[in-house]
């Protein structure tokens, strides 16, 4: 990930939940400070449980602060491991 602002890393994350009950498998923020314009290491694991769900949704969630402030954070190379 590469934090392209002075802030704004922390405020965005992702979140894996099974499609068919909606079950959290990971929630993941941004962290807290990062240089800007690096691009830094980001990663996520979770187990997907042997029934009930078959299919999962990837979601880009923010968490908004007090105030509005513009956030620019790009990703890249989202690899899934089985």
């Known amino acids: 990930m590469r934090n392209e602002t002075a802030e704004g890393a922390d405020r965005l994350g992702w ?5 068919e ?7 993941a923020k941004g962290p807290s400070t990062m240089p800007i314009g690096a691009w830094q290491p980001f990663a996520m694991s979770f187990a997907v449980p ?3 769900c078959q299919g999962q949704w990837l979601q ?3 968490y908004p602060g007090e105030r509005r402030t513009d956030i620019a954070v790009l990703y890249d190379e989202l690899a899934v491991a089985r």
């Open 15 to 19: 979140v894996v939940k099974c499609a």
């Open 21 to 27: 009950d909606g079950q959290v498998l990971v929630e």
């Open 50 to 52: 042997a029934s009930g």
């Open 60 to 62: 880009l969630v923010a």
